[in-house]
């Protein structure tokens, strides 16, 4: 996948920004600003670490599962928990998601420039180099689009 299908998926959350209150109980238990926010916060840590990785120390460790569920191009619904640091407060607000969603079209223009090896760590995939990043943020950006639009529907 590439920067282009990424930043289409960047705009279809741009896109649902007005409905960020919106929240379905038989969906998801979170509301849409909680998809947004945690994508939105998924992409900028992940610039973040990528920027700071050395990619002397990258180990090619892509695990089984996350080769299956790239081939597959998703990630099953209610499988993993949000690691704490990519996970929303309480509250969310649209101006915080506005902000946020300009920083990651900032930061995904940046990873294009970087060590093909550099790298950040998936609790589950192992090390997630550059080569993968954009299929990986594109699949993570879509799922929560997926229920984004279940949310609403």
Do not use: C
Request: overall charge positive; glycine content about 2%.
């Amino acid at each position: 996948m590439s920067l282009k299908k990424l930043n289409f998926a960047l705009q279809k959350l741009e896109s649902h920004l007005d409905n960020y209150s919106v929240s379905n109980s038989k969906v998801s238990k979170s509301n849409v600003a909680w998809h947004i926010d945690h994508s939105l916060k998924v992409i900028n840590n992940v610039s973040t670490a990528l920027h700071s990785s050395n990619p002397a120390t990258y180990k090619n460790n892509f695990s089984f599962l996350g080769k299956t569920l790239f081939l597959f191009g998703f990630f099953p619904r209610g499988k993993a928990k949000a690691p704490k640091h990519v996970e929303p407060p309480e509250v969310v607000l649209k101006e915080a998601l506005t902000l946020q969603l300009e920083l990651a079209k900032t930061n995904i223009n940046t990873i294009a420039n970087l060590d093909k090896n550099a790298y950040f760590k998936h609790p589950l995939f192992g090390h997630v180099n550059t080569s993968r990043i954009y299929r990986f943020l594109t699949i993570h950006t879509n799922h929560h689009l997926k229920i984004i639009e279940d949310i609403l529907l």
